[in-house]
């Protein structure tokens, strides 16, 4: 059951919802799944969060590892295939493998 229904979009629910699909499509957190409005989230523990929590905790930490990623990782580039925008390209790593690697090798550990 999808953690998040389309007339939720822009709720804090919603967001922290896709935050964590996220999460686990890149293999940084084992597992999280909703009931009424609590989230249960395994990443090395199991433990029950709201929506803001989700927001806050993992919102810093995926901060934290792309900052870390864009910094140090030797794969990061600014050649990107399509313009983005002011002020110009952003950091980037194109292939698909390598970017769920360098996210891995710099999630931070709690």
Known sequence: MPMRDPHEQGTPRAR?????????DYGLIEYAW?????????DGGVR????????E??????SRMITEVMEHSDLTTTQVPVPVGSPGP??????????VEEYTRFWPRE
């Open 16 to 24: 922290a919802s896709q935050l964590l699909e996220m999460l686990i």
């Open 34 to 42: 909703l009931k009424e409005d609590v989230f249960t989230v395994s």
């Open 48 to 55: 029950s969060l709201s929506a803001e929590q989700v927001l």
């Open 57 to 62: 905790e993992y919102g810093e930490r995926i």
């Open 90 to 99: 952003v950091p980037y790593i194109a292939d698909v493998g390598d970017r």
